[in-house]
């Protein structure tokens, strides 16, 4: 299957400052990136849709000006926590679609704030 | 939206016997049903997928059934090994979302 990588694979911050997530599409290109969060033992959570040259189409609840998100290319998505609490710790998950409808998973980013 | 309830949330099977996993959904729009295994730490892996024009799909020991008039589909996993023991999901997809069920933990003990 397709490839999506991640970086950092874990981060620890301060409260207050701003991490940001990478997510690439190795061996394809992905005009759109799903970003999801996973809080320990629950599901995944669909935070926002990246769209290569438009803004990010976030879900309800979600606050864009908390999760910023930038889709710099066919292959490059970044997601910045800006300003993190400690609430918002939690696993951080990348996808790209490939093919007619399947969807590829990174490796994930462990974030903790302290 | 669309919702899609998982059952078991856990699951312990003997090494050799089957698992099965169970998976409703709401939107009879969704034509696309993937199942993800995640093991700790690690991003949700595709293991197998169904649509919606499909009633059954196999690839060796991982099978699914989809029940397009009942809305479920299931994860049939035969001869299971311990490293079959992970957390799986089951998702819908509509409109090129996915929307995830809850998971079930799987342990395979020898």
């Known amino acids: 299957g397709a490839v999506v990588s991640q970086h950092p694979s874990r981060v620890i911050c301060k409260s207050g400052t701003s991490v940001k997530i990478e997510c690439r599409s190795l061996d394809f290109q992905a005009t759109t990136m799903f970003w999801y969060r996973q809080f320990p033992k629950q599901s995944l959570m669909l935070m926002a849709t990246?769209?290569?040259?438009?803004?990010?189409?976030?879900e309800q609840g979600v606050e864009k000006d908390k999760f910023l998100i930038n889709h710099a290319s066919l292959t490059l998505s970044t997601l910045t926590v800006t300003s993190a609490h400690p609430e918002d710790s939690s696993f951080y998950i990348c996808?790209?679609?490939?093919?007619?409808?399947?969807?590829?998973f990174g490796p994930g980013t462990r974030l903790t704030v302290l | 939206g669309e919702n899609v309830e998982q059952h078991p949330s856990t699951l312990s099977v003997q090494e050799g016997d089957s698992a099965v996993i169970k998976c409703t959904y709401s939107d009879s729009a969704s034509n696309y049903f993937p199942w993800y295994k995640q093991e700790l730490g690690k991003g949700p892996q595709l293991i197998i997928d169904i649509r919606s024009n499909v009633g059954e799909k196999k690839d060796q020991r991982i099978a699914v059934t989809l029940n397009k008039t009942a809305k479920h589909f299931s994860l049939h996993i035969t001869e299971t090994q311990p490293e079959d023991s992970a957390v799986y999901f089951c998702?819908?997809?509509?409109?090129?979302?996915?929307?995830f069920g809850a998971g079930t933990q799987v342990v395979v003990t020898p």
């Open positions: 996808s790209a679609p490939a093919g007619v409808n399947e969807q590829f």
């Open positions: 990246s769209n290569e040259g438009s803004k990010a189409t976030y």
């Open positions: 998702a819908a997809s509509w409109g090129g979302k996915l929307q």
